[in-house]
């Protein structure tokens, strides 16, 4: 999923740390596991509340 992001953001985010967050957000239950190398963003009636902190 990472080959697919924009470069601008590929350029800021580390393949690592993108696939811990997408980790998390399935943790969480925010996602599911699609198979095949995909990641279903729950709707907003199925998924629980998720804060995001952006650290600089």
């Known amino acids: 999923m990472y080959e697919r992001l924009p ?3 590929c350029d800021r985010v580390s393949p690592v ?3 811990d967050f997408v980790t998390r ?3 969480v239950g925010e996602a599911d596991d699609a198979g095949f190398d ?3 963003i729950r ?3 199925h998924a629980r509340r ?3 902190s ?3």
Do not use: P
Request: proline share 0%.
């Open 7 to 9: 470069d601008e953001l």
């Open 17 to 19: 740390d993108f696939d």
């Open 25 to 27: 957000l399935a943790h």
């Open 38 to 40: 995909e990641v279903r």
């Open 43 to 45: 709707s907003s009636g």
């Open 50 to 52: 998720l804060r995001i």
């Open 54 to 56: 952006i650290r600089r």
